[in-house]
Each structure stands twice: as C-alpha cells, then as structure tokens.
C-alpha cells in the first residue's frame, strides 16, 4: 500500500498534466543483421529515444503501468513503456546502454530456455543480473516459447492447460532463481491467446500482455493489454510519432472475446460497443490486415454498437482489425485493435513466422 500512496504522490507532483492511458512499445532485435520483421536499427532506435527526450515524454517502468492501471492511479500525459520480447543479445549491447545512460526502465519478457541453453542470439543470466541492477526488468515470456493457443493431437483441454502452466511455471521458476525477483508480469508469445489462457494467466496472479496495437488503459483487458510493435515498417518515425501520441478508443465492450477463428469462417465480424458521445460515426476508419476494404456497420437496434467485417477472405495465420477516430486533440488518434488467428481449411495450424 505504501508504494501505491508513493507512485500516486511522484506522478501528480511530476505532471501538471494527467491521464489514465499509456502507450506500450514492443521491441524484439536492435539490430541491421537480424530479420527485419523483428528488428529495428540502432540508428531507429536513436531517433525514437531522442523523439521522447526532446517531446516531454515519461518513459515509465511497465510494472508502474501495470499497477497504476489496476488501482486507477493517474498516469502522466505523456506516457510511454518499453518492453522486449525475447532475450536477445542485442539488448544487452545496443539498447541497454542508451536507456542506462538515459536513467529510463526497460522491460524484458525472457523465454528462459534459450537463456539456458547458452544460445549465441540469446543473453547471458550474468548479463541479465547486471542489467537487473541499472534499471532493467525481467518478466514471463514462457520457457519454450510455444505456441500456447495449440492444442497437441488427442490432448485434451485439461492437458493442454497442464502442459501450458508448466512451460510457464518453469520460466516462472528459473527468473526467479537466477535474478532474484519473482515476476509479475507475461507476455504472451507470438501474441496468441485465448480466453482459457486469460483465466489461466489471471490464475497465476500476472498481468497479460499481448502483440495487438493501440494503447491501454484502465478499461482495457488486463489479460492482455495492447503494445504497438516496433519493427520494419511499423518503426517508422513517421508512424512513431503517431503511436505514441495515440488515446484509446473508448470501447466498452468487444466481441467476440475469443480471436481464435472458427473453422470455416474466413470473414470474421468485430462487434464493438463504444461509451455514449464519445464517438463521431463518420470519423470511424477501420482496416483489416492493412486494407481498408471492410465493412462498417452501425447497429439500428443496440446503441452505440458497431459491426466491422472485411470484404475478403483472411488468409490463415495471424491478422488484425485496427479502428481509429481523430480526437479533439489535433494530430492524435484514437486506437483499437484485435487479433484474429485463423487455422488452415484443415484445421491444421498455420506455420510459424
């Protein structure tokens, strides 16, 4: 209780200015060498930091989020966290340095088995418990990195979720041991989840997070709070500038709560109800995997109620509906995402990527 009372206090006296929202950004490599689709460049990284630095951005420790989230606490204007996935050695040697020299927290989600198997890609425990002395956190990635939506042939649900807790208990178990703080926080791999492991993770007593866009706040689900992913094209600073200035879209209900898609269902709707005037219909823009043919459609029965549905058929594998709406606010946008993840017409799982 006292932390609250403390967090509470240095946020209102650090911010004339405050709000219930905060923009998380996701990294994975810093790197020019790595795979682009989870890279971003040293040089990027560069001008991303000094973007936040020269615009009066607090850069906030995720755990802080997580907590002021969950008690309702204000949180600054400004607000950004940054996270990785996945312990890879670029962390150490490019990113790591800049926050340190800079005094900002950093946020690394560890799948440990890499980590234990002394990967060359991957960062050392010795690297990590030096880095957990300067304002790094090490949080929950699983232990295998799996797949965690995919259930094995003849496994029943009861055995997947055993299966599920224990890749996450072990992970839970080595960061434990080796940094010396149990964590609190998980970050679904791949960003794939499903309500079971909502109730799974909420079970454990962690705080979810997954790979969707926009930014969270305290209506969000805290199973699986949004991070806008940097990498390729998506870490443009032009796109940048934009994310992190982002407001929620003020959702108040969203279906289906379930992303994974029924068999047979290539068109998937999302239906989602938005708080009273706080919305403009005609300024309500949603795209499917990028393309903005979809169709939007206001309910003549529900209120404040509106359907999206693609005009194409989605192609197996991992996809997005993103909606925005202008604000009051000139240049910033409100944001909502959700995932959709579609299996082959065999029910067989798309591949990995």
């Not at 956190?137 to 599920?164: A, P, Y």
């Not at 708080?275 to 459609?297: E, F």
Request: with cysteine; net charge positive.
């Amino acid at each position: 209780m006292h932390r609250l009372f403390l967090l509470l206090f240095l946020l209102v006296a650090a911010n004339s200015q405050a709000a219930n929202h905060c923009v998380i950004l996701q990294f994975h490599h810093f790197s020019e060498k790595t795979p682009a689709v989870t890279s971003i460049t040293p040089k990027q990284f560069d001008a991303q930091l000094e973007y936040l630095q020269q615009n009066g951005f607090t850069v906030m420790a995720l755990s802080d989020v997580a907590l002021s989230l969950k008690h309702q606490l204000e949180l600054p204007e400004k607000c950004v966290s940054l996270t990785v996935d996945d312990a890879y050695i670029s962390v150490y040697e490019e990113a790591y340095p800049r926050l340190k020299k800079l005094g900002w927290p950093l946020t690394v989600f560890v799948n440990t088995a890499a980590v234990d198997k002394g990967l060359q890609i991957a960062m050392s425990w010795d690297q990590m418990r030096e880095m957990s002395k300067n304002g790094v956190s090490f949080e929950n990635h699983g232990h295998q990195h799996i797949h965690m939506i995919r259930r094995n042939d003849q496994e029943t649900e009861r055995q997947w979720l055993t299966r599920v807790a224990r890749d996450i208990q072990t992970a839970q178990r080595r960061i434990s041991r080796e940094i010396g703080i149990e964590p609190t926080l998980f970050a679904f791999p791949y960003g794939e989840y499903s309500p079971p492991l909502l109730s799974l993770i909420d079970g454990m007593g962690m705080t979810g997070f997954g790979q969707q866009s926009g930014p969270v706040w305290p209506d969000a689900n805290m199973g699986a709070l949004p991070r806008f992913p940097m990498a390729d094209n998506y870490a443009n600073m032009k796109g940048f500038k934009t994310k992190v200035q982002t407001l929620p879209l003020p959702v108040t209900r969203a279906e289906p709560l379930d992303p994974l898609v029924r068999l047979g269902e290539w068109r998937p709707t999302l239906k989602l109800t938005l708080a009273p005037r706080t919305y403009s219909r005609n300024n309500l823009r949603c795209y499917v995997g990028g393309s903005d043919k979809v169709d939007i459609t206001w309910s003549e029965t529900e209120k404040d109620s509106v359907s999206i549905t693609p005009q194409f058929d989605l192609k197996p594998g991992r996809n997005r509906t993103n909606c925005t709406m202008p604000s009051s606010q000139k240049g910033r946008f409100h944001w909502y995402s959700h995932n959709w993840f579609i299996r082959n017409k065999d029910g067989s799982w798309y591949a990995e990527y």
